[in-house]
C-alpha cells in the first residue's frame, strides 16, 4: 500500500497551491478578495486536533495502518495552518522554541510512512511536535482552546 492509494480522495485545501497575483490596495478586487478569504476562512478545529493528538499518543488501541496515512495527513495539514499562525504575525515574533517546532514539524512531516511501527513511530513523533507546538501558539499568540475540550483532555491525560 502506497501513502496516494489511501490518501484522502479530495486533497485538503492546504494542499493546493494557486499562485497569486498582485492586487493593488484600496481597490475593489483587493477587497473583493480579502471578504472571499475571509468568507472562506475555517477556525483551527483545537477539539478535533486535541482528540486526534490523543488518540495517537495516549490510546492503548493507535490507528490502523490505512487510517495511519490519513492521521499523518491531518497532522501535516494543522502543523502547516499553526506554522503559519506562529510565523505570521509581524506583533509576536516567534520565539526560538516556536521556530525550531516549525521547522522540526516540516522535516518530520516529510517523511514517507511505510508500515507497521516504524509508520506509528513517525506520527507519534510529528503528533508529539504538533502538541508542542500548539501549546506554544496558545501561549504566546492566545490561541483560544475551548474549555470543555482542555477539561476532556486533562481528563482523558491524567492517570
Same mark, same amino acid.
Given at each position: 500500500?502506497? &501513502? ?15 499562485? *497569486? ?6 481597490? +475593489?478586487?483587493?477587497? *473583493?478578495?480579502? &471578504?472571499? !478569504?475571509?468568507? =472562506?476562512? *475555517?477556525?483551527?478545529?483545537?477539539? $478535533? ?5 490523543? @488518540? ?11 487510517? %495511519? ?11 502547516? +495552518?499553526?506554522?503559519? /499562525? =506562529?510565523? =505570521?504575525? +509581524? ?5 526560538? $522554541?516556536? @521556530? ?7 522535516? /518530520? ?10 509508520? %506509528?513511530?513517525?506520527? +507519534? ?7 508542542? %507546538?500548539?501549546? $506554544? &501558539?496558545? !501561549?504566546?499568540?492566545? %490561541? !483560544?482552546?475551548? $474549555? ?12
Amino acid at each position: 500500500m502506497t &501513502v496516494t492509494e489511501a490518501a484522502p480522495p479530495a486533497a485538503h485545501p492546504l494542499s493546493l497551491h494557486t499562485p *497569486e497575483k498582485h492586487v493593488p490596495r484600496g481597490t +475593489r478586487e483587493f477587497y *473583493e478578495d480579502v &471578504v472571499s !478569504r475571509l468568507r =472562506a476562512w *475555517e477556525p483551527l478545529p483545537t477539539g $478535533e486536533i486535541t482528540a486526534t493528538l490523543d @488518540r495517537v499518543l495516549e490510546s492503548p488501541d493507535p490507528p490502523f495502518d490505512r487510517e %495511519l496515512v490519513y492521521v499523518h495527513w491531518q497532522l501535516r495539514s494543522w502543523h502547516q +495552518r499553526l506554522s503559519t /499562525i =506562529a510565523l =505570521a504575525d +509581524r506583533r509576536f515574533p516567534p520565539t526560538a $522554541e516556536a @521556530r525550531w517546532l516549525v521547522e522540526n514539524g516540516k522535516v /518530520i512531516g516529510e517523511v514517507p510512512i511505510g508500515g507497521g511501527t516504524g509508520a %506509528l513511530g513517525t506520527v +507519534r513523533l510529528l503528533a508529539s511536535t504538533l502538541l508542542s %507546538l500548539l501549546d $506554544e &501558539v496558545a !501561549r504566546t499568540q492566545g %490561541l !483560544r482552546v475551548d $474549555e470543555d475540550d482542555a477539561q476532556t483532555r486533562s481528563r482523558r491525560c491524567s492517570p
